[in-house]
């Protein structure tokens, strides 16, 4: 099943913040997240696995609650270059693996203006 | 981070005819390729897992004699559209999982499949 991306699309100015969250309905092993540019493939920017924990790339960061099934993407100081969307892919707690396949939210589309 | 190349990057065909795409890991043997096919301003849909020499593991609702995959080596997978209609018509893209605990994705740069 799709997990829940909100919101559906975020405009903000350089310099704003924005939070995207993602929600399951299932348990998860792991959450990645991505951004794609228009017409291009996705590209991965970090990977949280289950026990709860949260990572930084740059001015970039991102939660996982594993008991609530979420996880939330944390864009900060937004630079123009941050313009995409933004999807979650989670994969399903099987036995302990992370071999279990992702399924993509339906994307949050994020435009940073001058 | 690894690096996926796919090929050709854009194909236009007439209908009728098949188009095999390329998928290769350059820097990493991935013994798991996935392949996704992704509508304008939809998500991304995976079709099928590619295991190396084993059969492909088909989504739900994806015709496997329409879209053939073979997976020969850790770094090539292929997926062969057969007898492409109109409807076909989509940008797809594959990814190769490394082995590291985490298993992280990367995708490849994708191939946008117009069928006149």
């Known amino acids: 099943q799709q997990p829940v991306q909100s919101p559906q699309a975020v405009i903000l100015r350089e310099g704003e913040d924005a939070v995207i969250n993602c929600s399951s309905s299932k348990a998860l092993y792991s959450v990645h997240w991505y951004r794609q540019k228009h017409g291009e493939a996705p590209v991965f920017l970090m990977i949280l696995l289950k026990g709860g924990e949260q990572k930084g790339h740059e001015k970039i960061s991102a939660s996982f609650n594993e008991k609530k099934q979420q996880s939330s993407l944390y864009l900060t100081a937004s630079q123009l270059s941050y313009s995409g969307t933004y999807f979650c892919g989670t994969v399903a707690n099987a036995g302990g693996t992370s071999y279990g396949k992702l399924t993509f939210g339906q994307g949050t589309i994020l435009t940073v203006h001058p | 981070g690894a690096v996926v190349s796919q090929h050709p990057s854009r194909v236009i065909c007439k209908s009728g005819t098949s188009v095999k795409i390329e998928c290769r890991s350059l820097?990493?043997?991935?013994?798991?390729m996935f392949w996704y096919r992704q509508f304008p301003k939809q998500s991304l849909m995976l079709m099928a897992t590619s295991n190396e020499g084993s059969k492909a593991t088909y989504e739900q609702g994806v015709e496997k004699d329409k879209f053939l995959i073979n997976h020969a080596s850790l770094t090539l997978s292929t997926l062969t559209v057969t007898s492409a209609h109109p409807e076909d018509s989509s940008f797809y893209i594959c990814?190769?999982?490394?082995?590291?605990?985490?298993?992280?994705?990367?995708f490849g740069p994708g191939t946008r499949l117009t069928v006149l």
């Open positions: 990814s190769a999982r490394d082995q590291s605990p985490g298993g992280e994705q990367f």
């Open positions: 820097d990493f043997q991935a013994t798991t």
